[in-house]
């Protein structure tokens, strides 16, 4: 029996993924002949090519000369247009360019170097607007990938992974099918851990199906869970499209038991339910053969490895997070020396000694066992986590964790305002945060801060404590995230809005997969001073979208990380080292027959209107309700 196991686009492509290592390793140990294929790397390096390139820049140029020739324009054209001309500049430059910026990244000396990787990382950024652009109105990045109406129905979902709403369809229907055939998988198996990654695997998926009429397919993976565990049960079938079951919860031994019953004749349907309480003591390492090494945008491997699962505090009243109806699954870990043992074989094989610990969180008590466990190991692994801010982070901890080869934490800091993390039960106060994030900064570690503001019921004020806390920090943070609140599904807040000053909790009619929630507190939150003051903050640090360097918990922070020290992105990255100013490139543009700076105002206050009513008013989306709408907007004429 041969299983095919992939990773979906569309998300970071600088490293692999832990979801099918680990699977394979477990499904290899039960005797299982397994086909791993990491289809995010290998999609985008097809993707990052000249010649491919090339084909979305036509693409370009072809429809926004359609459209610039017609007399008017009505909303989704006008908004149509003005992506395709914001994309005409970089589809010019962007073909002749990409292969040195790929290469700039796999690059062990260039990528080292701050004016080579800055170009290297706009180039990539361009050829996705490029790309989007050729199928607008599609929006991708390595952490979304979105359409106006993605994934509200399962026939939105099919239209979406079409060919004209697809960059990666002929990567789908040809390299990878051809792959999967000449494997002859009896179970092909796509693992989603992250949002971004749910249209792109049912785009896989049909194409594998039209291809591959008799595999099974299963689908299963945190971000999927999250969706398939909330639909009723009257509507799952529907919603897996060209998938014949889902395994909900953590895979491992379900997939060896469904692998199974497709052997014996009996092929599942709809939901298998998976367990969250495994013990990990007996868990093998993650299995990386025919992953690495592999086209990753990066000059060496940084390897994902799960040393716990869940989280052992599991109270925080915003969290909903993994396979699990809500909260988090419950916290266990792997023994250190196990840890240990493998972190250094994989170390061996593939000539790398960084390493990420992919959890919700690692106990201290855990934490320094490793450390220990490690250091007497030797090889010099280094390794990033992310771990509670408390006061088990003293400084002798901290030193001792230093000493193990920790290289980098994230800390979830969440709020500064000492009202604000009591309401979210954070369990600790923000001077425990402020000692264990100093004790760590000490000890040499980089210490990566995470925060949001906008939590129901806090103001202006208990936002800008926040702020102002981070920035009293700069030197201690080596880096820093500060979002804004979002309800999701499974959290305690949604679960219990009053208790919260939710005063109103609602879903989109329209929305059959429920991937959306909205809410409206009783008071009004921070507004645009927050936003500000956030924004001024930023200026103080290098920080990049993710995933790239710069960015919290990535393979190229890491890296880094351990070439710099934890204090590289403590300046802004126009007075970094050897950053020369790039002149930018100016090629020649059609003269457009619209304006487009004024349509991309006006069309896009329409549009915004147009959602305004639907989310906040009717609270009912569908393609038809939008064209109605946007019906009575003008035209746009030459």
Not at 248 to 277: F, K, Q, S
Not at 285 to 308: E, M, N, W
Not at 378 to 401: H, K, N, S, V, Y
Not at 491 to 505: N, Y
Request: glycine share 8%; aromatic share 8%.
């Amino acid at each position: 029996m041969a299983v095919a196991l992939i990773y979906p686009p569309l998300c970071d492509p600088t490293a692999p993924y832990l979801s099918v290592p680990l699977l394979a390793a477990c499904l290899r140990r039960a005797g299982l002949d397994v086909l791993a294929i990491d289809a995010n790397a290998l999609a985008v390096a097809w993707l990052l090519r000249r010649d491919t390139m090339e084909s979305f820049a036509e693409r370009v140029r072809a429809r926004f000369a359609d459209l610039d020739g017609r007399r008017s324009l009505g909303l989704a054209d006008q908004l149509d247009y003005v992506q395709l001309w914001q994309a005409l500049a970089p589809a010019a430059v962007v073909p002749g360019a990409i292969d040195a910026a790929v290469a700039t990244l796999r690059d062990p000396t260039r990528f080292f170097e701050v004016a080579a990787y800055e170009d290297a990382v706009g180039t990539v950024e361009a050829a996705l607007e490029v790309a989007a652009a050729a199928c607008a109105p599609l929006r991708i990045d390595f952490a979304a990938w979105r359409t106006p109406f993605s994934l509200l129905t399962p026939d939105q979902i099919r239209r979406d992974a079409g060919p004209d709403l697809d960059p990666l369809h002929a990567w789908y229907a040809g390299p990878l099918v051809d792959r999967l055939r000449a494997a002859h998988p009896s179970v092909v198996g796509v693992s989603v851990a992250f949002p971004g990654q749910v249209q792109p695997a049912y785009a896989l998926a049909y194409a594998v199906k039209a291809a591959l009429p008799g595999v099974h397919l299963v689908v299963g993976g945190p971000a999927i869970s999250q969706i398939l565990l909330r639909i009723p049960a009257e509507r799952v079938a529907a919603a897996l499209g060209p998938f014949d079951s889902a395994v909900t919860g953590e895979g491992e031994e379900a997939l060896i038991d469904l692998v199974r019953a497709v052997e014996a004749g009996r092929p599942p349907r709809g939901l298998v339910r998976g367990t969250c309480d495994r013990d990990l003591t007996d868990l093998p390492a993650p299995d990386f053969t025919g992953l690495v090494p592999g086209p990753y945008l990066s000059p060496t491997p940084v390897l994902p490895y799960d040393g716990a699962r869940g989280c052992y505090w599991g109270k925080c009243a915003f969290c909903h997070y993994g396979p699990v109806e809500s909260g988090t699954a419950r916290y266990r870990e792997r023994p250190a020396a196990t840890v240990a043992s493998h972190l250094k074989a994989l170390a061996d094989l593939h000539g790398t000694r960084l390493f990420y610990l992919s959890e919700d969180t690692l106990s201290p008590r855990g934490a320094r066992a490793l450390a220990a466990a490690l250091q007497q190991a030797g090889g010099g692994i280094r390794w990033a986590t992310d771990l509670r801010p408390e006061r088990a982070l003293d400084a002798e901890t901290c030193r001792a964790l230093a000493a193990g080869g920790l290289l980098a934490v994230s800390i979830g800091v969440e709020s500064a305002a000492p009202r604000v993390l009591e309401r979210i039960d954070k369990g600790v106060r923000v001077e425990h945060v402020e000692a264990a994030t100093r004790a760590l900064a000490a000890a040499g570690v980089a210490v990566e801060a995470m925060a949001f503001t906008g939590f129901p019921g806090e103001t202006t004020a208990e936002a800008l404590q926040t702020v102002a806390w981070l920035g009293r920090m700069h030197d201690d943070l080596s880096l820093f995230i500060c979002g804004e609140f979002a309800l999701t599904h499974g959290s305690r807040v949604a679960q219990d809005p009053d208790a919260f000053g939710v005063a109103e909790v609602w879903e989109m009619a329209g929305d059959e997969l429920r991937s959306s929630l909205f809410w409206r507190g009783r008071r009004a939150g921070p507004g645009a001073r927050v936003d500000d003051a956030v924004e001024a903050l930023s200026r103080r640090w290098s920080l990049r979208s993710y995933p790239w360097a710069g960015s919290l918990s990535t393979a190229h922070t890491l890296l880094w990380y351990d070439r710099f020290g934890p204090g590289v992105f403590r300046q802004p990255v126009a007075s970094m080292p050897g950053l020369a100013p790039v002149p930018p490139q100016k090629p020649r543009l059609p003269h457009p027959r619209f304006d487009p700076e004024t349509l991309a105002e006006s069309a896009s206050e329409a549009d915004a209107a147009i959602w305004d009513t639907l989310v906040n008013q009717r609270r009912a989306v569908s393609r038809s309700a939008w064209e109605a709408l946007a019906a009575r907007v003008p035209a746009a004429r030459r």
